[in-house]
């Protein structure tokens, strides 16, 4: 090799290993330079700034007849419901609840567009208008105030439009929306076993994305951007599909903060908000690693605990996931249709084991069918923890290849049987250990993976003819959806008429705000439930919320009312001083 | 000349034919509906729900419930008239949707395009005229590398580690090029570049070796012998016969790279193509991917020809008639 070939060789490497030195040292540096800045004291809210939120996925458009409302975050900015979460009773003022997942309960919401509602029957809902609220200032509707007629023409519209949500899931329970005087809408509906008013009235309540009337006269929908307008704390200026969404303050936002240092203050204090999508889960912490975006929700407990190591400054907060995989046996046929197979597959599993070795530790074994979340401490008197279960329930959850082979005997077994669960190949790791803890007792599982539209085809008309493992959202803690014989969610096909029977009590409307009540059946649901085995649940992970310490007045709250995602916008601010001090 | 460029558009039209009935029937034949997964995302919400009323509802708001062969003609129909359709989901444009989209892959292929030669032909040409010597080696091992090395493996390393080690990442907030265009070339330098770099590895292997083959010609010798200068010998007389073959690869690239950008845009956030192709992909939206096959289909057939149109400029033997 000639002489200048030998030196290039020579200087490439000795450059990769100064980088390389260099570059380990780096950390050290500028955590010591932020402990510096820092100055941490109490502080009055500071008007300005912008929030940069990381977000998984882009929007789904810009008109909930066009979608669902939930999966719509622009909506939330600058659209407002009915209801919202009332803030004072959150972590910012009494701590009642955390505002960390979305509800369905009424007890905590607060009034937002209405000046107070009524339910005198179970047919009937009287809106009470609230006054002095206007639309954003531009063409058509240029910043008029809000009606009794928009609120009734949004509903209505929700309610008969066929591409719209509620149209297709709660179109059943609506019969109309009217307005009776300029400031009151009087909705009538019609509760059944199968439009439960308890439903119906939460959604209209909570789940109604106010529309200016002559906006959609104009326009005919609000399918561009362009045309979105609403009462909200913030208009959007800008949208590049699949890359952000920049929202302003709406400098004619009604809202006030209810609690607090700033209680009084005119809100929102945030300047901009801008919703940043980055689909790749790398990248996102990595933006987060380096503060190109100052708040990011849902990051595994792999990745949240190995960011909080790289910036220790990064403020947290951990809940389970609301979603965990459950194993689902078809209870209408054999061998499932035997309590004593159920309870031998349940005991042939060592989920803790799964918890320690699969997850780290960083999951949660007892899910179902109610979630004991740290982020839903107001159903913390329906929840019996692991270790108060009467002893038949939490034999269950002790590991017991032996008495699970017992039961399988006496169910006429003795060799095992084959089965078949159909997944999700993001779950053929838990389904293999799954898998392998049932060949232990004799049963031959196949594990049936398909493609998620497939999956999701054959798990809403319960095609599965043995066992299936979905993603399920934790049902609210007093629906119990996934044992309810006419839902979807009921992948074990559950009909059983001790549950029925409890479950039509905490259904019934009369009963919505008897909380005592309503835990004490839920608690019966529950024990009755796991004790029968319907399904096998697997441990939920720990989820991260993750924010830098600039954003102020925020304590890990996600969706401050029913769908309202990301709405903590509206009550938080950023110190600015701060995050100049840090570097940034 | 003009008058096989007008055939060779002419030919286009029955291909354009064939494929929109292949994406029509093929996108709907994918197994799992769109009406399950709408089915599904309703199932997420609150409130009691009967599948099988829900998406029949979906199947008739939707103008599903006639028979294919009339959505097809429906939707040809429309697309004869420039309308490619609207999202299942949104009700957007499907045309809206696929001219804010393709600028950017394009942008993003042309550029890794022109990275790629930029790296290629000056590393290649240099393996190939100091052959065996040191510089051959690091060109060559450039190029195993450049091949070898996944591109998704390297986008994923490019993000990760600066942001761990030196607090930085390149831009993730989509720059248009008509608002900021020095902004909007410096974002797509590093994605460009990533996507690049299988290119560059396989036009320096092949400039490489077929500039040692065309080297070892007569002609050149008698090149040489005439006493003309190394510039001259390469860049008069051995080059143009190299490109030919790096023309069809380059043409073959440019083919399949326009639709294959979907991991590079995934890791650095940009809204090209393709990730609206995984989108409408996973969402089962029928008019986006029919729309984004049948676009793809086109840019193929005029890349095609653009390539064999380039033979006849830099072969004179090559002549269309």
């Given at each position: 090799?000639?002489?200048?070939?030998?030196?290039?060789?020579f200087l490439?490497?000795?450059?990769?290993?100064?980088?390389?030195?260099?570059?380990?040292?780096?950390?050290?540096?500028?955590?010591?330079?932020?402990?510096?800045?820092?100055?941490?004291?109490?502080?009055?809210?500071q008007?300005?700034?912008?929030?940069?939120?990381?977000?998984r996925?882009?929007?789904?458009g810009?008109?909930?007849?066009y979608?669902?409302?939930?999966?719509?975050?622009?909506?939330?900015m600058?659209?407002e419901c009915?209801?919202?979460g009332?803030w004072?009773?959150?972590?910012?003022?009494?701590?009642?609840?955390?505002?960390?997942?979305?509800g369905?309960?009424?007890?905590?919401?607060?009034p937002?567009?209405l000046?107070s509602?009524?339910?005198?029957d179970?047919?009937?809902?009287i809106?009470?208008?609230?006054?002095?609220v206007?639309?954003?200032?531009?063409?058509?509707?240029n910043?008029?105030?809000?009606?009794?007629?928009?609120v009734?023409?949004?509903?209505?519209?929700?309610?008969?439009?066929?591409?719209?949500?509620?149209?297709?899931?709660?179109?059943?329970?609506?019969?109309?929306?009217?307005?009776?005087?300029e400031?009151?809408?009087?909705?009538?509906?019609?509760d059944?076993?199968?439009?439960?008013?308890?439903?119906?009235?939460?959604?209209?309540l909570?789940?109604?994305?106010?529309?200016?009337?002559?906006?959609?006269?104009h326009?005919g929908?609000?399918?561009?951007?362009r045309?979105?307008?609403?009462?909200?704390?913030f208009?959007?200026?800008?949208?590049?599909a699949?890359?952000?969404?920049?929202?302003?303050?709406?400098p004619?936002?009604?809202?006030?903060?209810?609690?607090?240092?700033?209680k009084?203050?005119?809100?929102?204090y945030?300047d901009?908000v801008?919703?940043?999508?980055i689909?790749?889960?790398?990248?996102?912490?990595?933006a987060?690693?380096?503060?190109?975006?100052d708040?990011?929700?849902?990051?595994?407990?792999?990745?949240?605990?190995?960011?909080?190591?790289?910036r220790?400054?990064?403020?947290y907060?951990?809940?389970?996931?609301?979603?965990?995989?459950?194993?689902?046996?078809?209870?209408?046929?054999?061998?499932?249709d035997?309590?004593?197979?159920?309870?031998?597959l349940?005991m042939a599993?060592?989920l803790?084991?799964?918890?320690?070795?699969?997850?780290?530790?960083?999951?949660v074994?007892?899910?179902?069918?109610?979630?004991?979340?740290?982020?839903?401490?107001?159903y913390?008197?329906s929840y019996v923890?692991?270790?108060?279960?009467?002893?038949?329930?939490?034999?269950?959850?002790?590991?017991?290849?032996?008495?699970?082979k017992?039961?399988?005997?006496?169910?006429?077994y003795?060799d095992?049987?084959?089965t078949?669960?159909?997944?999700?190949k993001?779950?053929?790791?838990?389904l293999?250990?799954?898998?392998?803890y049932f060949?232990?007792?004799?049963?031959?599982?196949?594990?049936?993976?398909?493609?998620p539209?497939?999956?999701?085809?054959i798990y809403?008309?319960?095609?599965?003819?043995?066992m299936?493992?979905?993603w399920?959202?934790s049902?609210?803690?007093?629906?119990?959806?996934e044992?309810?014989p006419?839902h979807?969610?009921n992948?074990?096909i559950?009909?059983?008429?001790?549950?029925?029977?409890?479950?039509a009590?905490?259904?019934?409307?009369?009963n919505?705000?008897?909380?005592?009540?309503?835990?004490?059946?839920?608690?019966?649901?529950?024990?009755?439930?796991?004790?029968?085995?319907?399904?096998?649940?697997?441990?939920a992970p720990?989820?991260y919320?993750?924010?830098?310490?600039?954003?102020?007045?925020?304590?890990g709250?996600?969706?401050?009312g029913?769908y309202?995602?990301?709405?903590?916008?509206?009550?938080?601010?950023?110190?600015?001083?701060?995050?100049?001090a840090?570097?940034? | 000349?003009?008058?096989?460029?007008?055939?060779?558009?002419?030919?286009?039209i029955?291909?354009?034919f064939l494929v929109t009935?292949?994406v029509?029937?093929?996108?709907?034949?994918?197994?799992?509906?769109?009406?399950?997964l709408?089915?599904?995302?309703?199932?997420?919400?609150?409130?009691?729900?009967d599948?099988?009323e829900?998406?029949?509802?979906?199947?008739?708001?939707?103008?599903m419930?006639v028979?294919?062969?009339?959505?097809?003609?429906r939707?040809?129909?429309?697309?004869?008239?420039?309308?490619?359709?609207?999202?299942?989901?949104?009700?957007?444009?499907?045309?809206?949707?696929?001219?804010r989209?393709?600028?950017?892959?394009?942008?993003?292929?042309?550029?890794?395009l022109?990275?790629?030669?930029?790296?290629a032909?000056?590393?290649?040409?240099?393996?190939?005229?100091?052959?065996d010597?040191?510089?051959?080696?690091?060109?060559?091992?450039i190029?195993i590398?450049?091949?070898?090395?996944?591109?998704?493996?390297i986008?994923?390393?490019?993000?990760?580690?600066?942001?761990?080690w030196?607090?930085?990442?390149?831009?993730?907030?989509?720059i248009?090029?008509?608002?900021?265009?020095?902004?909007?070339?410096?974002?797509?330098?590093?994605?460009?570049?990533?996507?690049?770099?299988?290119m560059?590895?396989?036009?320096?292997?092949?400039?490489?070796?077929?500039?040692?083959e065309?080297?070892?010609?007569?002609?050149?010798?008698?090149?040489?012998?005439?006493g003309?200068r190394e510039?001259?010998?390469v860049?008069r007389?051995?080059?143009?016969?190299?490109?030919?073959?790096v023309?069809?690869l380059?043409?073959?690239?440019?083919?399949?790279m326009?639709?294959?950008?979907?991991?590079?845009?995934q890791i650095f956030?940009?809204?090209?193509?393709?990730?609206?192709?995984?989108?409408?992909?996973?969402?089962?939206?029928?008019?986006?991917?029919s729309?984004?096959?049948?676009?793809?289909?086109?840019?193929?057939?005029m890349i095609?020809?653009?390539?064999?149109?380039?033979?006849?400029?830099?072969?004179?033997?090559?002549?269309?008639?």
């Amino acid at each position: 090799m000639k002489r200048e070939g030998k030196i290039l060789i020579f200087l490439i490497i000795f450059m990769m290993l100064s980088v390389l030195i260099w570059a380990g040292g780096k950390e050290e540096v500028q955590a010591g330079a932020a402990e510096e800045k820092i100055e941490e004291k109490e502080k009055e809210p500071q008007y300005g700034g912008t929030l940069t939120l990381g977000l998984r996925k882009d929007t789904s458009g810009f008109d909930q007849a066009y979608g669902t409302g939930f999966s719509a975050p622009n909506l939330h900015m600058t659209n407002e419901c009915l209801t919202f979460g009332d803030w004072s009773r959150g972590p910012a003022g009494t701590d009642e609840t955390k505002w960390g997942y979305p509800g369905r309960e009424l007890t905590y919401m607060a009034p937002c567009l209405l000046e107070s509602w009524e339910i005198p029957d179970r047919d009937h809902i009287i809106l009470h208008v609230r006054q002095g609220v206007h639309f954003q200032n531009k063409p058509p509707v240029n910043g008029r105030e809000m009606t009794a007629d928009d609120v009734a023409f949004t509903i209505n519209r929700q309610f008969t439009e066929p591409t719209a949500y509620l149209a297709r899931v709660h179109k059943g329970w609506f019969k109309s929306a009217e307005v009776t005087d300029e400031w009151t809408v009087v909705v009538t509906g019609e509760d059944s076993a199968r439009y439960p008013s308890i439903y119906t009235m939460a959604m209209v309540l909570g789940d109604e994305w106010i529309v200016p009337r002559d906006l959609i006269e104009h326009y005919g929908d609000i399918k561009d951007w362009r045309n979105a307008n609403g009462t909200g704390p913030f208009s959007l200026v800008d949208y590049v599909a699949g890359s952000h969404m920049t929202f302003d303050r709406n400098p004619t936002y009604w809202g006030k903060d209810p609690v607090g240092p700033g209680k009084g203050n005119q809100l929102p204090y945030l300047d901009h908000v801008r919703m940043q999508v980055i689909e790749d889960s790398s990248t996102r912490i990595a933006a987060m690693r380096t503060a190109k975006v100052d708040w990011i929700y849902e990051v595994g407990w792999e990745d949240g605990e190995a960011l909080l190591k790289q910036r220790p400054e990064i403020e947290y907060h951990r809940a389970q996931l609301r979603k965990w995989v459950g194993l689902f046996m078809r209870t209408d046929t054999k061998p499932f249709d035997d309590i004593r197979v159920r309870r031998a597959l349940h005991m042939a599993v060592d989920l803790q084991g799964i918890t320690d070795a699969y997850y780290g530790g960083n999951a949660v074994t007892l899910n179902f069918p109610i979630m004991n979340s740290e982020d839903w401490p107001e159903y913390k008197d329906s929840y019996v923890p692991l270790e108060e279960l009467p002893e038949s329930t939490r034999e269950l959850f002790e590991y017991k290849p032996e008495k699970a082979k017992q039961l399988l005997a006496e169910a006429g077994y003795p060799d095992g049987f084959k089965t078949n669960v159909i997944g999700e190949k993001k779950d053929a790791a838990l389904l293999s250990l799954f898998a392998g803890y049932f060949k232990d007792i004799g049963v031959d599982l196949e594990i049936k993976i398909k493609e998620p539209t497939v999956f999701k085809g054959i798990y809403n008309l319960n095609e599965h003819d043995q066992m299936i493992a979905p993603w399920l959202l934790s049902s609210h803690p007093y629906d119990f959806t996934e044992l309810d014989p006419i839902h979807d969610m009921n992948c074990s096909i559950v009909d059983d008429p001790y549950i029925n029977e409890k479950r039509a009590v905490l259904m019934a409307y009369e009963n919505k705000e008897n909380k005592a009540l309503l835990d004490k059946y839920a608690k019966e649901v529950s024990l009755y439930s796991l004790d029968k085995a319907y399904v096998i649940q697997t441990p939920a992970p720990y989820q991260y919320r993750l924010w830098w310490p600039w954003l102020k007045n925020y304590n890990g709250e996600l969706v401050v009312g029913m769908y309202n995602y990301y709405n903590f916008a509206q009550w938080v601010w950023i110190d600015q001083d701060m995050k100049k001090a840090m570097g940034y | 000349m003009r008058s096989y460029i007008i055939r060779r558009l002419l030919l286009m039209i029955p291909t354009i034919f064939l494929v929109t009935l292949i994406v029509f029937s093929l996108s709907r034949l994918i197994p799992g509906s769109v009406l399950d997964l709408m089915v599904a995302e309703m199932s997420t919400g609150i409130g009691i729900l009967d599948p099988v009323e829900a998406k029949e509802a979906i199947r008739h708001a939707l103008d599903m419930d006639v028979p294919i062969h009339i959505q097809y003609m429906r939707w040809l129909t429309a697309v004869l008239h420039g309308d490619l359709g609207e999202s299942l989901w949104t009700g957007v444009s499907v045309t809206k949707q696929l001219m804010r989209a393709f600028p950017v892959s394009v942008e993003l292929v042309l550029m890794g395009l022109l990275i790629a030669l930029l790296i290629a032909f000056p590393i290649g040409l240099y393996s190939a005229l100091r052959q065996d010597t040191g510089g051959d080696y690091i060109g060559r091992t450039i190029a195993i590398l450049a091949i070898s090395l996944p591109n998704f493996w390297i986008a994923t390393m490019v993000i990760v580690y600066p942001s761990i080690w030196w607090n930085w990442m390149p831009s993730i907030d989509y720059i248009p090029f008509t608002s900021n265009p020095i902004g909007n070339l410096l974002q797509f330098l590093l994605p460009a570049t990533i996507l690049g770099m299988l290119m560059a590895g396989v036009i320096m292997r092949m400039l490489r070796t077929m500039m040692l083959e065309v080297m070892r010609q007569d002609y050149i010798r008698t090149a040489w012998a005439k006493g003309l200068r190394e510039k001259t010998v390469v860049m008069r007389h051995a080059l143009k016969n190299t490109l030919i073959p790096v023309i069809t690869l380059i043409g073959l690239y440019m083919a399949t790279m326009i639709g294959g950008t979907v991991i590079i845009e995934q890791i650095f956030s940009l809204p090209g193509i393709g990730r609206l192709m995984i989108h409408a992909l996973d969402r089962r939206d029928y008019p986006i991917i029919s729309g984004i096959n049948l676009a793809l289909c086109f840019i193929v057939l005029m890349i095609n020809l653009v390539t064999d149109l380039t033979y006849a400029y830099l072969d004179p033997r090559v002549k269309y008639k």
